[in-house]
């Protein structure tokens, strides 16, 4: 195998699991087997990939093959980098300090207003997360509390 051009293209988790469980599929579907560490590194990759607390571990993938293209051209306005914008489609960041850790300079480069128009592009777009269970779990036992106080 010969690399024609290294980093042509960015993938993000989404279009690397896509394409890992496409071949696997296409094997299966052949009954062809792969070299056995073939098989070992596409299970583990998979494996990874779909383990908390990565958006691709939630039932069913909340990423669709148009998501990637609407999340660019909604976010298109802010001039985020494609760095940026792989990492706001691996991570999901739901808040603003989250969104922080992934765009370089942030507060420099927008404002309150524009920091959470962003967080909320990227929830409409990628779904939210879903809530802990402890944090649910302790809203309960709250709403409990304060009805047996009143």
Known sequence: MKIVESQSAVLSNFEVYQHIAEQRDRYKKNKRRGPPNLETVVRELLQYLRTPPGPLSEEPIPYTEGCIVQLL????????????????????????????????????????????????IIGEVLGYPPAPADAQEAEGEAATEDANAA
């Open 73 to 120: 051209e909604r976010l298109r306005p802010y001039n985020i980098a494609k760095g940026e914008m792989v990492m706001i489609l691996n991570l999901r960041p739901a808040s603003v300090a989250a969104l922080n850790t992934v765009v370089e300079e942030m507060s420099e480069r927008f404002n309150e207003e524009q920091q959470e128009a962003m967080v909320t």
